[in-house]
């Protein structure tokens, strides 16, 4: 099957109140093991690569194992781009074999954010295969490439600016801000989202899909793993699996986790040296940092997102 957009996946997403899953890669472990845990469970998949994935890992490195993923699963995969920053950023990506794309205009005025998204949508809509186009209302705290969001400066979406959003531009689906955050601190205190707004949101839209970033659950096992062999990350905490369920079952059609997936890699790897003090065989070592991330996938896919015999 060739690389798709999103627009059938999230339909079908939508109809069965579940989500795809939308996965960050960086390099070929990281590709494999989510393409082989999704293959496992039978799962259609995001494929999301970032500014900061393209400076590491080179567009064309990572597009053609994503090809290779591809012949090699026979999956639904979109290739997307995420958190683009400016229109060039997204036309490098469409004109490179992209299906999908996001523009992140949240750090812009209501108006320039819709002047921008309008600008990308006109393009990823005029290609033969029509890109889709995911944009954000609203902003997140936390860290992405260069952009360091506080709590202080991030904003709920608000729900009565969403249907004139969608119009002007024509997006094909939308991040909002409902709460959750970017990297492995996402609450002081107790995790809280604000389920109100995305389920006004899912009436002012119905039918659209809703996008969820920042929704890794910084599973607790993983982050003890690394404290025990070595690493410090004291306070980790993500969003907990029962509210990304809750998201998933409303108007949510993408759950996007990066951070997770981070954690398993490291804490496998951490685990391997100190158990292997005399490895120096990367093919030994990330074997298991590889298996790591397609075991995470797995519980995403069944635990999380219910996308799995979804393919
Ligand atoms: O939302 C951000 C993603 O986790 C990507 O992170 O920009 O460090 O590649 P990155
Ligand atoms: P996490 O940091 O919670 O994994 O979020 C990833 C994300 O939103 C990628 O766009
Ligand atoms: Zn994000």
Redesign the pocket.
Known sequence: MPLVNTKEMFKKAYEGGYAVGAF?V?NMEIIQGITEGAKLENAPLVLQV????RAYAKHVYLMKMIEAALEDTDLPIAVHL??GPDFETAKSCIDGGFTSVMIDGSHHSFEENIALTKRVVDYAHSQKNYVTVEAELGRLA????DVQVSAEDSSYTHPDEVEEFVKRTGCDSLAIAIGTS??AFKFKGEPMLRFDILEEVGKRLPGFPIVL??ASSVIPEYVEMINKYGGVMPGAQGVPEAMLRKAASMAVCKI?I??DLRLAFTAELRKHFVEHPADFDPRQYLVDARDGIRSMVRHKIVNVLGSNGKA
């Open positions: 960050n960086n970032s500014k900061g994935a995420d958190h936390g860290v992405e490439d970017h990297g970033h920042g996007n990066d951070s």
